[in-house]
């Protein structure tokens, strides 16, 4: 009896060693696999971060030629004006900001990191508040930022403003023998109704480009947020 005992008590404590030998080879099994997902999504999630990093590094340079851009603009607004008043202005400035005064802008943004995000799952992203951030930049701010610069009908420059004041002020042009505008015959002394036109014109560059300006300050302030928040997350 006490033999029979032996052996039942032996084979209970091989059956469960056995038991437990399988139930921790399979949980440590499983908690190996979990740690390498997590660890690819890890590094996934920091290659597609940097990723994003860089591009916004390279929108925050276009944003800031945008902004110098816009500067020119605002002076050959203000060149014009100062035309139309029949206040002297340097003829050699003229052929500058005549290309710059109606010149419309294209949208150069690097999407290219948020689109790799998309196809990996935005959840890849840990941190909520990054996350939410980089969604924010990329499906609001830049869809408006493009739309209002290429869509948006006001925002045509060449298309809305250059005719009515070429045609009042190209003719006052000087062209060399190579048909190059190198001044105008000053002052222009121009008819009430005329100056009116081209004033109002003007008036209206101006205030359309000081809102892209500040929009495009905007941006890039925005842009500066959500790298100092790739880079904290990837520290």
Known sequence: ???????????????????FSVFFAVTFAFLLSQWNEDRKDDLTESKILIEIYNGLKRDSLDLALDEKY????????????????????NNDSLPLYYFYLTRDLLTIQNTSGYETLKSKGLEII??????????????????????????????????????????VIAPHFIFDSSNNIIGLNQPIDLENHDKNIVKSYLWKLTVNRNDRLGATRGNQKKIGRVRRLIKENLK
């Open 1 to 19: 009896m006490k033999l029979k005992q032996e052996i039942l008590s032996f084979n209970l404590k091989k059956s469960l060693f056995e038991f």
């Open 70 to 89: 816009f500067k020119v603009n605002i002076d050959a607004i203000k060149y014009f004006n100062d035309i139309t008043n029949n206040v002297e202005v």
């Open 126 to 167: 840990k941190n909520d508040s990054l996350r939410k951030s980089i969604i924010d930049l990329y499906e609001v701010t830049y869809k408006l930022h493009r739309k209002f610069s290429e869509e948006y009908d006001e925002n045509k420059y060449m298309k809305n403003y250059f005719e009515k004041i070429n045609d």
